[in-house]
């Protein structure tokens, strides 16, 4: 018996390891309890049925926005799946521009991944790396170095989420001054 060539079989591990993983769970259908702190915040959207949830939101941490001139409503937008919008191209050249030339030049950025807990731990973990690496390609493209941009996930293992409106809060990036 003649054995695969060494080509061949890492060819193999490489296709293998490379598919997609499998798409998140789907939403409960049946009522979800929630918190009474959380009813009184803001109420609920109704549910359509079919809904597929897709909005996430870049959070950008206060010293962040304040260094480089960003206003609360330009901080948190939203982005469908894990790819960033082309209206968000402003507040991601506003940042690219600070941490390239302005009050920020030469510090490091952190992008941090987060999902929603309805996919499994391994799916939601790599959807918040192509979430944080979609931000990072997009301020690159806007002009700042990747080695000023570090990205990690945390998947859903900061998710508070109980319903369509909170899960959207834990569907996000973080953007933070790096150490």
Request: glycine share 8%; aromatic share 4%; hydrophobic share 35%.
């Amino acid at each position: 018996m003649q054995k695969l060539p060494l080509a061949v079989a890492t060819s193999f591990v490489l296709v293998a390891c490379g598919s997609d993983p499998p798409p998140p769970a789907t939403t409960p259908s049946g009522p979800v309890d929630k918190p009474k702190a959380a009813a009184t915040l803001q109420p609920t959207p109704p549910e359509k049925a079919g809904h597929v949830p897709s909005r996430s939101n870049i959070n950008i941490s206060e010293d962040i926005r304040k260094a480089c001139g960003i206003t609360d409503a330009e901080a948190f937008f939203a982005y469908d799946s894990a790819n960033v919008r082309p209206q968000d191209s402003a507040v991601l050249q506003k940042l690219a521009n600070c941490f390239s030339t302005g009050p920020l030049k030469g510090r490091q950025m952190r992008l941090v991944g987060h999902a929603d807990p309805r996919g499994d731990e391994e799916y939601n973990m790599s959807l918040g790396n192509r979430r944080a690496d979609n931000v990072k390609n997009a301020i690159v493209g806007a002009g700042l170095a990747a080695a000023q941009v570090a990205t990690t996930s945390r998947g859903e293992m900061d998710a508070t989420g109980t319903d369509e409106a909170s899960w959207e809060k834990d569907r996000r990036v973080d953007v933070m001054l790096g150490t």
